[in-house]
């Protein structure tokens, strides 16, 4: 009932938001993903397919980034309306006076996991003397550190190793024991689907205060001086929203517009969606 509550009272809010006069087929704005389209985007999906956007008197393309590290700066210059990003890497966008801020959730919760596949590794404390791989983003340190001083254990116990985004690669070829920067929405199912029980320790569970996993970053700039893509941006979110509730009450529907627009394994995401859509809340 409360689902069904917030989504006619968004719809409504993002409905009285637009304006009196639009483009004809309605204002564009374009989004950048983090990464490619997953389960993680549905709300985005959602409010595109349910024609929320539309409602909104918004043309909304959405995009995936060829570079994942390119949508905050593309947001920066102007050169994407809209980006979804990660809100630890908003912080080191906003020291270096990228005018970029957040406006709306999209994972209200971290997703970020430590996450091992030997038998022998049950805890963060059974990580002393094993090698761990991370991304190499600068927040992976600040999270390795907090969680391993949580159970007693410091950077100079383990052996870290950067693999870029090959982070499943390398736990599955036994290259690092453990691995940090993976999802326990995604690769965790992944693990699952290959017939592994792999121990997961979501980083809010590790020590590291709670956190939006994924954020909807607007150009700060932009939103002070251009009435019209304040207007865009708030209507945007109203919609994004919307869609978000109506992913979590159709569920069925969520998975289908899905499969529409990524090429992940159908098993997959059957899986992976409703666990992300418990993590929406």
């Given at each position: 009932?409360?689902?069904?509550?917030?989504?006619?009272?968004?719809?409504?809010l993002?409905l009285?938001?637009?304006?009196?006069?639009l483009?004809?087929?309605?204002?564009?704005?374009?989004?950048m993903?983090?990464?490619?389209?997953?389960?993680d985007?549905?709300?985005?999906?959602?409010?595109?397919?349910t024609?929320?956007?539309?409602?909104?008197?918004?043309?909304?393309a959405?995009?995936?980034?060829?570079?994942?590290t390119?949508p905050?700066?593309?947001?920066?210059?102007?050169?994407?309306d809209?980006?979804?990003s990660?809100?630890?890497?908003?912080?080191?966008?906003?020291?270096?006076?990228?005018?970029?801020?957040?406006?709306?959730?999209?994972?209200?919760?971290?997703?970020n996991?430590?996450?091992?596949?030997?038998?022998?590794i049950?805890?963060?404390?059974?990580?002393?003397?094993?090698?761990?791989?991370i991304?190499?983003?600068?927040?992976?340190y600040?999270?390795?550190?907090?969680a391993l001083?949580?159970?007693?254990?410091?950077r100079?116990?383990?052996?870290?190793?950067?693999?870029?985004?090959?982070?499943?690669?390398?736990?599955?070829?036994?290259?690092?024991?453990?691995?940090?920067?993976?999802?326990?929405?995604?690769?965790?199912?992944?693990?699952?689907?290959r017939?592994?029980?792999p121990?997961?320790?979501?980083?809010?569970?590790?020590?590291?205060?709670?956190?939006d996993?994924?954020?909807?970053?607007a150009?700060?700039?932009?939103?002070?001086d251009?009435?019209?893509?304040?207007?865009?941006?708030?209507?945007f979110?109203?919609?994004?929203?919307a869609?978000?509730?109506?992913?979590?009450?159709?569920?069925?529907?969520?998975?289908a517009?899905l499969?529409?627009?990524?090429?992940?394994?159908?098993?997959?995401?059957?899986?992976?969606t409703?666990a992300?859509?418990?993590?929406?809340?």
């Amino acid at each position: 009932m409360r689902n069904r509550l917030l989504l006619v009272t968004l719809v409504a809010l993002a409905l009285v938001l637009v304006p009196a006069a639009l483009p004809a087929g309605g204002q564009k704005v374009t989004v950048m993903l983090d990464w490619t389209p997953n389960p993680d985007h549905v709300g985005l999906y959602d409010a595109r397919e349910t024609s929320l956007f539309a409602r909104a008197g918004l043309d909304v393309a959405i995009r995936a980034p060829s570079d994942a590290t390119a949508p905050l700066k593309l947001v920066g210059a102007g050169r994407t309306d809209l980006a979804v990003s990660y809100e630890q890497e908003l912080f080191f966008a906003a020291a270096k006076k990228l005018p970029v801020v957040a406006v709306a959730a999209v994972v209200p919760r971290p997703l970020n996991s430590f996450m091992s596949i030997e038998p022998q590794i049950r805890s963060l404390r059974d990580l002393k003397g094993r090698t761990i791989g991370i991304t190499g983003v600068p927040s992976d340190y600040a999270t390795l550190d907090t969680a391993l001083h949580v159970v007693g254990l410091a950077r100079k116990d383990v052996k870290v190793v950067s693999v870029g985004y090959n982070l499943l690669p390398a736990l599955l070829s036994h290259r690092v024991d453990a691995v940090l920067g993976v999802y326990r929405n995604v690769e965790g199912v992944q693990l699952e689907l290959r017939g592994l029980h792999p121990t997961v320790v979501p980083v809010d569970r590790a020590g590291v205060p709670s956190y939006d996993e994924l954020v909807l970053v607007a150009n700060k700039t932009r939103l002070r001086d251009d009435d019209a893509y304040r207007s865009a941006v708030r209507r945007f979110v109203a919609a994004f929203l919307a869609g978000t509730a109506d992913a979590r009450s159709h569920p069925t529907r969520a998975l289908a517009i899905l499969k529409k627009v990524t090429a992940s394994d159908p098993k997959f995401l059957a899986r992976a969606t409703p666990a992300t859509l418990e993590l929406l809340s």
